[in-house]
């Protein structure tokens, strides 16, 4: 069977577009999580042209194929389960068009966030989900999770930005859907059947993405607590008092440590902090939110309420948010970042919930988050190689996703279910929804070649 | 067939709750477009098990059923082109939550659109899409064609707000999708094959909306233009200023003159206004917008602008507008609302086109839209009795709808395709993607039980 994948490679790419060497081979078995296995073949396509040449080869000879953008997935989803082919969409990476007048810009999958960000700046204009990865991962990757960050809680995720998707089947037809225009009700909307599919359904060839004028003022705070659930009260208070925050982050105990020991922020060492941003055209309506934000702050017991004397200062603390995962991964050899959001008024609860979790089970947790969406980041870090304590982190995580689902909450805010979330999806989701999932991707992809053993469909 | 359907209805719901009177037939065989068909009969379910039992039930023995609103569709999605049962949601219009803690509202499919605002609204919250038909239309026929309204430009439409469903299957199954979190990348968007499906996939029994705070500072204008073109390229100007006003309106001279014979309004009858609205939390910052507009309505050639003084007269131009299309009614003895959206830049070249098209084709067309998002309200107005007439209107309609596609739009943006616009949907979407949605269609539906006949599905 490789034999007959590696002619047809050199027959359909040519030999630079593909490759069977063991370091490319090693380098396609991960992503981001803990998950690992080999693939038989990389390739890397130029054209949709070609992804659905490959895709249809590979559904003929029954090829397991899983699409890739920089893998920086945390959930195993760039992982080839059962080998076969793994599809690099980095090399397609051309920004198309950039059109004020129309309000959109139309990419190719293997275009990386912060490249979109730096087309788009001159104009005044951004993509607005920014996740933490956004360096480097690319917006094929953030299609395929429906990828969130900082700026959910104003500004929404990523499927709030596609309007329409050119898409390889399997069967090797190349589809579009959805529409270039700011709205349309025109049939069933295919593209959000794509956002989030985690390359399941089809391999997503080219996006057009609605653009926002970027707001031209911002205020920035830090508010520090005792414990997180004051904190958490904090953030329903304020997500309900007509507020809406462009960026409202939680950072706790642990996480600020780390940052100091990996900086020199000096940040309070408090029990958990929170950090705000409110935006607009005008100073003053920047400030008039931060006061609103600041009064429900301190109603909730804050230590200290400082705000971002200069745009420096407060770039610096977003980049002290940003680097969390980095200098969280300093603290132990293995890391389980979860990624659950619970309903608004759940988020005091859970914070406490996680510090009860983490005393029961003996593991270290670590929580950042996106609050004001309820989308929170307990990172449980751990040591690999301790047999003991690798079963206590397990043990831990699956409570978690069960109380997560008690509260009316959902397993992932926006890293996807991939293959570490995979057995727990008919927690959240009824029989129904399972059995109409699944036969959606019996529909899709009959063969089940596109990235297989994923999400429990 | 319809004695084993009545037997069924008078078992199942009892003899309150069902009807095969003429009276309620008639009322049932059309919708407030020009489409007519009676069925056979219609009932009145008032829970969620109801309505999967009537399902159930009809799936089995083939009967079609047409699942209703308030029956204000202006493509006939409501009409039960092939007889058999009517299902009216009308009953199940109970609030069953409204949370701030969690930021969503749950509602039954009857829920009227204005008794969710005034429900939302001593809080400070709103729903914000804002359809013109809101004071009769139900949340449940706003899902069902993602309706849209006055707000889409700055807060989009239904399909942004609905969280999760309740749907019943044909089968007789119920399935909740979505989550009650502000965010989710758990599994297939199945929410957002429901909404706009226009009932051909499942009816609607629960939704989870997310609310919105509604903005506490507005500043109101309005602009006049010799011509409709350079309203056009005003607006085009406007969306990509920086400027995302909530309201952004264009209104032709048809329906100044029309508003004026039917209210004491005294609007200058020019040949096009365009009417904004800035909104925030304080009046500089709606000023601060709204001087910018002002500054794009000077740039394209503005006869005039004026700035309501009060909050009075911004709410009277809002009333004007939204009054359009009953004035507009009683202009002929027939109408064909057309809805369409174009790219941002094609606002103007539409808007003059429109003119071209209603000579050449010697209609009458008059014109309102949500300009800030490119959804264009063109409407037909002619004696439904002047067979010669009708010829032209249909003539002039297909020519549109070509239009409109040639320039990258979509055929509706915010009605639905309903009956109207079925026969042309394949101009606007691909091969594969019809394939697509018809197999989906079969995927949910496959005796095509439910609102057969529409969306050409």
């Not at 642990?254 to 020991?261: C, D, F, G, H, R």
């Amino acid at each position: 069977m490789s034999e007959k994948l590696y002619d047809f490679l050199e027959k359909t790419v040519g030999k630079d577009l593909w490759t069977k060497d063991l370091i490319d081979l090693v380098s396609y078995s991960s992503d981001a999580s803990l998950n690992k296995n080999r693939p038989e073949a990389g390739v890397w396509p130029e054209t949709a042209e070609q992804v659905a040449a490959i895709l249809a080869f590979c559904n003929r000879e029954k090829i397991p194929v899983t699409p890739r953008g920089a893998g920086t997935g945390l959930t195993g989803l760039a992982v080839p389960v059962q080998g076969g082919l793994v599809m690099d969409l980095g090399r397609m990476d051309k920004i198309l068009k950039v059109s004020l007048d129309d309000r959109l810009a139309v990419v190719q999958p293997g275009v990386v966030y912060a490249a979109l960000e730096e087309a788009l700046d001159p104009y005044g204009f951004f993509f607005p989900p920014d996740p933490a990865s956004g360096k480097v991962a690319t917006l094929g990757g953030n299609v395929a999770t429906n990828a969130g960050g900082m700026k959910g809680a104003k500004y929404g995720t990523t499927k709030d930005y596609v309007l329409g998707l050119q898409v390889a089947l399997p069967d090797g037809r190349l589809m579009r859907t959805g529409s270039n225009t700011m709205k349309t009700s025109s049939g069933y909307n295919l593209t959000q059947l794509f956002v989030g599919c985690e390359g399941t359904l089809g391999v997503v060839t080219e996006i057009t993405l609605k653009i926002n004028p970027r707001p031209t003022a911002n205020s920035t705070a830090l508010a520090t607590f005792d414990k997180m659930e004051q904190a958490g009260r904090a953030v329903t208070d304020i997500m309900k008092s007509g507020i809406i925050p462009s960026v409202l982050e939680i950072i706790d105990n642990a996480t600020l440590v780390a940052i100091n020991q990996n900086s020199d922020m000096g940040l309070p060492e408090v029990g958990g902090m929170l950090l705000v941003e409110t935006d607009g055209y005008t100073q003053g309506e920047t400030e008039y939110q931060l006061e609103k934000v600041i009064d429900l702050f301190k109603k909730n017991g804050a230590l200290e309420v400082r705000k971002a004397a200069s745009d420096e200062e407060a770039q610096s603390l977003w980049l002290a948010r940003k680097s969390s995962y980095a200098v969280i991964s300093r603290i132990s050899n293995a890391l389980l970042v979860e990624d659950m959001a619970v309903p608004m008024s759940q988020v005091a609860y859970m914070l406490a919930y996680l510090d009860d979790l983490a005393a029961r089970h003996k593991v270290r947790i670590a929580t950042v988050g996106h609050a004001g969406d309820g989308n929170l980041h307990p990172t449980i870090c751990f040591d690999g190689t301790d047999e003991e304590e690798v079963k206590r982190v397990h043990a831990a995580s699956k409570e978690l996703f069960k109380k997560v689902v008690e509260v009316g909450g959902t397993l992932t805010g926006e890293h996807g279910i991939g293959m570490d979330k995979a057995p727990y999806m008919s927690l959240e989701h009824d029989q129904a929804a399972m059995e109409t999932m699944r036969g959606l991707k019996k529909f899709f992809d009959p063969n089940n070649i596109l990235n297989p053993d994923k999400m429990s469909v």
